[in-house]
């Protein structure tokens, strides 16, 4: 099983200042198969990216996500009000289970 | 309007059965694989197990953490997609979300709680 760890646990940051969350894994993720989804307080996760670096569809273009092998990030280039929330990595690139990181929670600073 | 809803969450003791279900609506149903993940109060999300879509051969591979007690199981005729959860323990309790997609979550469900407690 695959592990993933994300850093850091909690990100206090400004609007209008840059975002960036890390995700590692224990052992490279195959063809890059990770995701990122945001989940606002008392709400459903939704998906943002899709293998790795691609915006899933209705996904403003500050948020981007990049990297390979173990280890991978995603970044928010300006921060908006509505960007605060918990943000979730997860791994498909092997045999089930498709393992989530801790998450990481971004807050208003 | 493309959604899903679950419904079929409750308060249950250990050791009960519970069926949650998920319905459907503004896509064509069959033509997608469903999966369920779980969420346990203030904590991460957990991967449940999948269903594949019937042309992809409709299998079920489900979770370590539930094998043996969890099936998933589809009515694409209905719209509907089914979790059923024997033998519930108390870490079982979650909110219980329906998802679109095989391998990971396109579209999500607004979840549906379960309390497993006695």
């Known amino acids: 099983e695959i592990v993933l760890t994300q850093s850091p646990g909690t990100l206090s940051l400004s609007p209008g200042e840059r975002a960036t969350l890390s995700c590692r894994a224990s052992q490279s993720i195959n063809s890059n198969y990770l995701v990122w989804y945001q989940q606002k307080r008392g709400q459903a996760p939704r998906l943002l990216i899709y293998?790795?670096?691609n915006r899933a569809p209705g996904i403003p273009d500050r948020f981007s996500g990049s990297g390979s092998g173990t280890d991978f990030s995603l970044t928010i280039s300006r921060l908006e009000p509505e960007d605060f929330a918990v943000y979730y990595c997860?791994?498909?690139?092997?045999?089930?289970?498709?393992?989530f990181g801790q998450g990481t929670n971004l807050e208003i600073k | 309007e493309v959604q899903l809803v679950e419904s079929g969450g409750d308060l249950v003791q250990p050791g009960r059965s519970l069926r949650l279900s998920c319905i459907g609506s503004?896509?064509?149903?069959?033509?997608?694989?469903l999966s369920w993940f779980r969420q346990a109060p203030g904590k991460g999300l957990q991967w449940v197990g999948f269903i594949r879509s019937r042309a992809s051969g409709g299998t079920t591979p489900d979770a370590a953490s539930v094998t043996g007690r969890f099936t998933i199981s589809r009515d694409d005729s209905k719209g509907i997609a089914y979790l059923q959860m024997n033998s519930l323990k108390t870490e079982d309790t979650a909110v219980y979300y329906c998802?679109?997609?095989?391998?990971?979550?396109?579209?999500w469900g607004q979840g549906t709680l379960v309390t497993v407690s006695s």
């Open positions: 293998g790795a670096s």
């Open positions: 503004g896509f064509t149903f069959g033509d997608y694989s």
């Open positions: 997860q791994q498909y690139g092997s045999s089930p289970p498709y393992t």
């Open positions: 998802t679109r997609g095989l391998l990971f979550a396109e579209l």
